[in-house]
């Protein structure tokens, strides 16, 4: 059983994925990061599942990357940053190549990590009052492994989020392509539910063949894209800034 994610399948097929560390903000883990990929490869093989829904509990989304995870990567040695690195990495692409539909539902804050989850979404509905923000550089970090999936989602929008770090409400979130739908708090069940209702309309199998098509079509995230991204995410979790950058964070937390 999963502990940093609730995961129930209604009758319909349904899959309600939480991510569950609500203290943290969500933030992603590395046990967070091992069971969303197991959930992927669960959820994606079983034929039962019709949609999948990802949510947070709490008040957030995602904060992003879980920092005491990120600082324990200033000790280790290179094969282990690398080691890090491509585990996320992975995650996000077996979340985005799910032969399933993916529907993200985003409150409170989605920041670095949890954007690169909305990304990935074929359908993202947010709240109005959710925040967004590509926060790595505030840090000292790069949004590495998961800029090719916010590239492909807003193009040449991502350059001043990555490069200012700066917050983002929901209405701009949704103007560059971020999120599909913007909708009250008290009205984000029925949005949901009209999403997921015109999904499971579609034939399952060719649901899945047109997602793989939309995917064959965006911008090509081969296995040496990856590779680059993982290798750029250990080169700057090596730098004195990203080191100073997160141990302030830390100290202030």
Known sequence: ???????????????????SRPDKHNAMSEQMIDELTEAAAVLGADDNVRVVVIGGAGKSFCAGGDLEWMRTQFAASRSERIFEARRLAMMFKSLNELPKPLIGCIH???????????????MAIAVETARFGLTEVRLGLIPATISPYVVARIGAAARPLF???????????????????????????????????????????????????????????????????????????????????????????
Not at 108 to 122: E, Q, T
């Open 1 to 19: 059983m999963p502990q940093t994610l609730r995961i129930l399948i209604d009758e319909r097929g349904v899959a309600r994925v939480t991510l």
């Open 163 to 253: 490069i200012s770090g700066r917050i983002f409400d929901a209405s701009h979130a949704k103007a560059i392509g971020l999120v599909n739908t913007v909708v009250p708090a008290t009205e984000l069940d029925g949005a949901m539910e009209t999403e997921i209702t015109a999904f499971i309309a579609a034939v399952p199998q060719a649901a899945a063949r047109a997602k793989a098509l939309a995917r064959s079509l965006a911008p090509s995230i081969t296995g040496d894209v990856i590779e680059d991204v993982i290798h750029q995410l250990a080169d700057s979790w090596e730098t004195k800034e990203a080191m100073e950058g997160i141990s302030a964070f830390l100290d202030k937390s």
């Open 108 to 122: 409170g804050n989605a920041f670095g990590g949890g954007i690169g989850l909305i990304s990935i979404c074929d």
